[in-house]
């Protein structure tokens, strides 16, 4: 068991957003699967249905994606954030995402009443214009967005942050001014394939984020800057595969860690990782908080 702003997780793997967390079904079974918290598909102000297909390809060394963020709105998914917390015992995370501090503020208040343990802002997807990344790599905004979220909530905000800047430490900090109990770092690093054969961008959108192994070592460079700069935990995503990865990420700074990706190979991977960070803990007769930011002890 361990706690992060105040939540009680079984275990550090956290369901990252975006990956089948579009109903409660869903929610609820990687809940009981092995994860130690869930989080929704993020939730915008009015439904959008996202970027034509192709919208997914798999490249072989990690995955390139633009959706769009599509998703009914918050009025509409209300009462599947409702019904994944009533059915399970994990905490149930909301990703959210807006235009404005307005929009975000909307969302929030039209889903607090689901239920949710805490929210988490996504200011960092690289794909739909007008949202996430827009915005996020604005250090003003971003401190706005968050300020006015926690201004408005007493539940745990955390805000998840794009690598697609020059200074992601600056855009933490920003996101700690605001009042954020935790940090979520990263999203997808944006990117592109070109079909050679016809020319044609492989991608609907033409352009979108890679995800899984590729971008596992910018996402622990990313953590790894953020624990050093910060005072609030970080959570890691980007390239989590397996418990050596898991331990890694922590490693370098995360107090738990996000499974997108390598959700494809099984849910399964959840009980794996998890199984995994609780054997190379007992073999060495170490804690959890033993080898968060143990590579910043080594210098």
């Known amino acids: 068991m361990i706690e992060i702003t105040g939540l009680k997780l079984r275990n550090p793997t956290i369901l990252a957003a975006g990956i089948m967390g579009t109903t409660a079904a869903s929610l609820v079974r990687v809940a009981k699967v092995g994860a130690g918290a869930v989080v929704t598909k993020s939730i915008g102000p009015q439904p959008k249905e996202g970027h034509k297909n192709p919208s997914m390809v798999n490249l072989g060394y990690g995955f390139l994606n633009a959706m769009g963020l599509p998703n009914p709105s918050f009025p509409d998914f209300s009462a ?4 994944a917390g009533s059915k399970t015992d994990v905490p149930v995370i909301a990703s959210i995402f807006g235009g404005n501090a307005d929009e975000f503020t909307q969302v929030a208040e039209g889903l607090a009443d689901a239920g949710p343990d805490a929210f988490e802002l996504n200011v960092s997807c690289p794909h739909a214009q007008g949202y996430g990344a827009s915005i996020g790599c604005d250090t003003c905004a971003v401190e706005e967005i968050t300020a006015a979220v926690t201004d408005m909530t007493d539940l745990p905000v955390w805000v998840k942050l794009t690598p697609n800047v020059t200074d992601i430490v600056s855009i933490g900090e920003a996101a700690q001014r605001g009042g954020a109990d935790a940090i979520v770092a990263i999203n997808t690093v944006r990117g592109m394939a070109i079909d050679i054969h016809s020319g044609y961008p492989v991608l609907g959108n033409r352009f979108g984020g890679l995800s899984g192994s590729a971008v596992k ?3 622990i ?23 050596e990865d898991a331990v890694e990420m922590m490693m370098a700074g995360a107090s738990a860690v996000q499974i997108g990706s390598a959700v494809y190979e099984g849910v399964d991977v959840f009980r794996s990782i998890a199984d995994g960070i609780d054997n190379f803990l007992a073999d060495r007769d170490l804690r959890f908080d033993d080898i968060i930011g143990l590579a910043h002890r080594r210098i």
């Not at 990313?222 to 995503?237: K, R, S, W």
């Open 80 to 83: 599947e954030l409702e019904t």
């Open 217 to 219: 070592p910018v996402a």
């Open 221 to 243: 460079k990313c953590v790894y800057d953020l624990y050093a700069a910060l005072e609030i935990p970080v959570i890691g995503v980007g390239g989590i595969s397996c418990w």
